[in-house]
């Protein structure tokens, strides 16, 4: 809990993204399709977009605030509402004011423009109810909450908060050189990329119809327990991925990555290292990692942790339920 020197503002602060234009060379304009937002995912896709050479990207906002902002009160004046978009990967604040559009000061709309350039991956969209407070100017009355904050997805087609996973379908035979080695293989998960990857063998016999298919009960179960031992997999890939290669900074503190990577080790660091803050156990694991005893000690952690978020023990458990009622049924 943050504490204030100064008296704050109490009530909701809500933002929403009403439309989206993109700019590309020559000043020509795109209006983006409301399927490029979404007010329940509170998402924006700008990787909809028909014209890949967009350079700029405009979002109307439209924000509620608490009527007693406005009010005459002698504490605080000169009330503005910002809109504020932020990007970790590239350090990027891009900022607007809002203006009131109704009479008691509740309604506030705006634009926001982004350029493309100043932006890699994903932005955090959020507003704030900015005044003169105890004689202060610039103090921050209210804001919107962390969880309810937008995110602003240059890259993606679809506006979902939780990014799906790539699955590749591709022959490990003669596919990509990379992949050939691993022929015998039913997955292999790749986490050099933008996002991580899935390619599923399908040279592999019946590993595409097992997964994708609907096939009797028993393969049904089968394909639950497969699809957990392979999101088994990746969060583990995922994670020795994102602890593998961390800044850090001079006096030897290591840095949460900015993009998936970062998201990652927030996830899975409270069971690889429980009771600590992340901040802490991202340490503690870094510290094992880099020295010369413990690293090895953690992996079963690891292991947990991945089993964990892939739900092993539920997909098992209703694997074994249900192989024992088809058995019973089978011999009756």
Same mark, same amino acid.
């Given at each position: +809990?943050?504490?204030?020197?100064?008296?704050?503002?109490?009530?909701?602060?809500?933002?929403?993204?009403?439309?989206?234009?993109?700019?590309?060379?020559?000043?020509?304009?795109?209006?983006?399709?409301?399927?490029?937002?979404?007010?329940?995912?509170?998402?924006?896709?700008?990787?909809?977009?028909?014209?890949?050479?967009?350079?700029?990207?405009?979002?109307?906002?439209?924000?509620?605030?608490?009527?007693?902002?406005?009010?005459?009160?002698?504490?605080?004046?000169?009330?503005?509402?910002?809109?504020?978009?932020?990007?970790?990967?590239?350090?990027?604040?891009?900022?607007?004011?809002?203006?009131?559009?109704?009479?008691?000061?509740?309604?506030?709309?705006?634009?926001?423009?982004?350029?493309?350039?100043?932006?890699?991956?994903?932005?955090?969209?959020?507003?704030?109810?900015?005044?003169?407070?105890?004689?202060?100017?610039?103090?921050?009355?209210?804001?919107?909450?962390?969880?309810?904050?937008?995110?602003?997805?240059?890259?993606?087609?679809?506006?979902?908060?939780?990014?799906?996973?790539?699955?590749?379908?591709?022959?490990?035979?003669?596919?990509?050189?990379?992949?050939?080695?691993?022929?015998?293989?039913?997955?292999?998960?790749?986490?050099?990329?933008?996002?991580?990857?899935?390619?599923?063998?399908?040279?592999?016999?019946?590993?595409?119809?097992?997964?994708?298919?609907?096939?009797?009960?028993?393969?049904?179960?089968?394909?639950?327990?497969?699809?957990?031992?392979?999101?088994?997999?990746?969060?583990?890939?995922?994670?020795?991925?994102?602890?593998?290669?961390?800044?850090?900074?001079?006096?030897?503190?290591?840095?949460?990555?900015?993009?998936?990577?970062?998201?990652?080790?927030?996830? +899975?660091?409270?069971?690889?290292?429980?009771?600590?803050?992340?901040?802490?156990?991202?340490?503690?694991?870094?510290?094992?990692?880099?020295?010369?005893?413990?690293?090895?000690?953690?992996?079963?952690?690891?292991?947990?942790?991945?089993?964990?978020?892939?739900?092993?023990?539920?997909?098992?458990?209703?694997?074994?339920?249900?192989?024992?009622?088809?058995?019973?049924?089978?011999?009756?």
């Amino acid at each position: +809990m943050r504490v204030y020197p100064y008296k704050r503002l109490s009530g909701a602060v809500s933002l929403r993204v009403t439309a989206v234009s993109l700019r590309g060379p020559g000043e020509s304009r795109e209006e983006l399709d409301t399927k490029a937002f979404s007010v329940v995912e509170q998402v924006v896709a700008l990787g909809q977009a028909d014209h890949e050479d967009w350079e700029t990207a405009r979002l109307k906002l439209s924000a509620t605030i608490p009527t007693k902002a406005t009010e005459s009160n002698g504490y605080w004046s000169d009330v503005s509402v910002v809109a504020v978009l932020t990007e970790k990967a590239t350090n990027t604040r891009v900022s607007a004011r809002l203006d009131s559009r109704t009479e008691g000061g509740r309604e506030w709309t705006g634009t926001l423009d982004l350029c493309r350039l100043d932006h890699f991956d994903r932005a955090a969209l959020t507003v704030h109810v900015v005044a003169t407070a105890d004689g202060v100017p610039g103090r921050v009355l209210a804001s919107s909450e962390p969880d309810k904050e937008w995110v602003v997805d240059l890259r993606a087609k679809t506006p979902l908060r939780q990014r799906e996973l790539d699955v590749v379908e591709v022959g490990f035979r003669e596919g990509p050189e990379w992949l050939r080695p691993f022929r015998d293989m039913p997955w292999a998960v790749d986490t050099s990329g933008e996002l991580p990857a899935v390619h599923v063998n399908t040279d592999f016999e019946g590993i595409t119809d097992l997964v994708g298919g609907d096939g009797s009960k028993a393969e049904g179960l089968v394909r639950d327990l497969l699809l957990a031992q392979m999101c088994t997999d990746v969060w583990t890939a995922v994670f020795h991925t994102a602890i593998g290669d961390l800044e850090v900074e001079d006096d030897g503190t290591p840095l949460f990555p900015h993009d998936w990577r970062g998201e990652v080790l927030r996830e +899975m660091l409270p069971d690889v290292v429980p009771d600590h803050p992340v901040e802490e156990a991202l340490r503690e694991v870094h510290r094992l990692r880099t020295g010369t005893t413990g690293w090895i000690d953690l992996q079963p952690r690891i292991h947990f942790a991945a089993t964990r978020r892939a739900e092993v023990p539920k997909a098992l458990s209703t694997t074994i339920r249900g192989l024992d009622r088809l058995s019973r049924g089978n011999d009756s």
